[in-house]
T-cell receptor, first 113, second 113 residues
Framework: EAQVTQNPRYLITVTGKKLTVTCSQN?????MSWYRQDPGLGLRQIYY???????DKGDVPEGYKVSRKEKRNFPLILESPSPNQTSLYFC????????????FGSGTQLSVL | DQQVKQNSPSLSVQEGRISILNCDYT??????FLWYKKYPAEGPTFLIS?????DKNEDGRFTVFLNKSAKHLSLHIVPSQPGDSAVYFC????????????FGKGTSLLVTP
């Protein structure tokens, strides 16, 4: 089944403790991206990657890191999480052509205490 | 600066009636528009799209209308069903600017029996 898999679904952590949210897709997509969803703010892009070893900042990259060492994986790294990073995170992927629909993962609800 | 705006945070419609969700954009270079639907605890899923060379696209009960001169698009759902209750996101992209999808903040649709 074609899908984007994120783990974990729920995560509670404390300020400053490094964490990684994993994302994997099985559709051979070139393009992958991370979004965060916050009440009243909709979906905002954090980082995206057009292909392996190519990453770029989205609208809200501060406090996040990503890497794209393999085509299928695109982990999101929070080196020193802070409470304002409490949010619902979505990974997405596509073939990267304009108008191509994005496939989203089921989301990761992160709480930073 | 929000380039895609969904000015109605919520909408309530009776089952069987028409639901009209609106979206405005400010960037005249946008040439592809997509609607996504999101249920609680799930990732957004693609619903319907339209390119700027068209003014209407239809898929079953869902129709998207594009008015380029007004920089406005709308999603019509006819007839509305309780299962359509979800958050709907409008998104837009511009050929030549990478693959950035600009999302609106979403409209929560409630279809009542």
């Amino acid at each position: 089944e074609a899908q984007v898999t994120q783990n974990p679904r729920y995560l509670i952590t404390v300020t400053g403790k490094k964490l990684t949210v994993t994302c994997s897709q099985n559709m051979n997509h070139e393009y992958m991206s991370w979004y965060r969803q916050d009440p009243g703010l909709g979906l905002r892009q954090i980082y995206y990657s057009m292909n392996v070893e190519v990453t770029d900042k989205g609208d809200v990259p501060e406090g996040y890191k990503v890497s794209r060492k393999e085509k299928r994986n695109f982990p999101l790294i929070l080196e020193s999480p802070s409470p304002n990073q409490t949010s619902l995170y979505f990974c997405a992927s596509s073939f990267g052509r304009v108008g191509e629909k994005l496939f989203f993962g089921s989301g990761t609800q992160l709480s930073v205490l | 600066d929000q380039q895609v705006k969904q000015n109605s945070p919520s909408l309530s419609v009776q089952e069987g009636r028409i639901s009209i969700l609106n979206c405005d954009y400010t960037n005249s270079m946008f040439d592809y528009f997509l609607w996504y639907k999101k249920y609680p605890a799930e990732g957004p899923t693609f619903l319907i799209s339209i390119s700027s060379i068209k003014d209407k696209n239809e898929d079953g009960r869902f129709t998207v209308f594009l008015n380029k001169s007004a920089k406005h698009l709308s999603l019509h759902i006819v007839p509305s069903q309780p299962g359509d209750s979800a958050v709907y996101f409008c998104a837009a992209s511009e050929t030549g600017s990478g693959y950035a999808l600009n999302f609106g903040k979403g409209t929560s649709l409630l279809v009542t029996p």
